[in-house]
C-alpha cells in the first residue's frame, strides 16, 4: 500500500489532523488515540539542534494510519500500531470535536507528564513540516535555586485575557509569559489546559496544533514518592 509519512496532532474530540509535506487533512478516529502517539517510541524526525517531531505512515486510500516503534522489539521485529481513519472535511472536523470536548487538554498534559519523566519537553505550536513554530507554548521542568523542581509553562507571545493566565502577572511590554508552580503531575497535566487555552485566545483551534520534543539537560524526572 502507498504510505506517506505524516506528522500527527493531538486527538480532539475523536479527531486528528495529519500533516504532509503539501498539506493538511483532517480524519475521525474509530477508537481511543492511539497510544503510542506522544509516548517517545515513535519513529522521529529530527532536526541539528536535537529536538525531533513523531512521524506516521498514512495510506490515504484506505485511512490507514500506521505508527511505527523507533526502537526494535525482540528478535529486532518492529512493532507497529495500526489506526483506523475516516476522511472527513475540515469544518466538519473543527465543529464536531469541540462540542464540549476536554480530552486534548487532558491528553496534552499527559504527553508533558512523560515527557518529563524521559528527561524531555514538550513544544505545542501551529502544526507543519516546516515553521515558524509560533505561537508557542512550551511545557518543561526547570530548577529553582535551591534545587526544587518546578514546572513551568511558557507562552510566546503572552495569551493577553486567556483563560487562567490572567489570574497572573506580567510585566508591561513582555513578549512571552511563563507560570511556575512545584514539580508534580498535576502541574505538569494542568499545562495542557494551559495550552489549549492560550491558543484559543490567539484563535487557533486545537485541531490545528502540533508538537515538538527536545532534551531537558536536567535529565529525567519523576514525582517523589509520599
Do not use: C
Request: aromatic share 8%.
Amino acid at each position: 500500500m502507498p504510505l506517506a509519512g505524516v506528522l500527527i496532532g493531538p486527538p480532539v474530540g475523536g479527531h486528528i489532523a495529519l500533516w504532509d509535506e503539501n498539506d493538511v487533512s483532517f480524519w475521525r478516529l474509530s477508537g481511543s488515540p492511539p497510544s503510542m502517539l506522544g509516548a517517545g517510541a515513535m519513529i522521529r524526525a529530527d532536526d541539528e539542534t536535537g529536538r525531533y517531531r513523531e512521524v506516521g505512515l498514512l495510506d490515504r486510500e484506505t485511512g490507514l494510519l500506521v505508527l511505527r516503534d523507533r526502537e526494535p522489539g525482540p528478535g529486532d521485529t518492529p512493532v507497529s500500531q495500526l489506526v483506523q481513519l475516516a476522511p472527513v472535511g475540515a469544518d466538519e472536523a473543527k465543529a464536531e470535536s469541540m462540542r464540549g470536548d476536554v480530552t486534548a487538554a487532558e491528553w496534552l498534559g499527559d504527553v508533558a507528564f512523560a515527557a518529563a519523566a524521559r528527561g524531555e519537553w514538550l513544544a505545542i505550536h501551529r502544526g507543519s513540516w516546516a515553521g515558524p513554530f509560533t505561537p508557542v507554548v512550551v511545557i518543561e521542568l526547570l530548577q529553582a535555586a535551591d534545587g526544587a523542581w518546578l514546572s513551568a509553562v511558557r507562552a510566546t507571545p503572552v495569551p493577553a485575557g486567556a483563560l487562567f493566565w490572567s489570574d497572573h502577572a506580567v510585566a508591561p511590554g513582555a513578549e512571552r509569559q511563563q507560570v511556575t508552580a512545584p514539580a508534580s503531575h498535576k502541574a505538569l497535566g494542568l499545562g495542557g489546559a494551559l495550552a489549549i487555552s492560550a491558543f484559543l485566545e490567539w484563535g487557533i483551534h486545537p485541531l490545528m496544533l502540533g508538537m515538538t520534543f527536545g532534551p531537558n539537560p536536567l535529565g529525567p524526572w519523576s514525582e517523589p514518592a509520599h
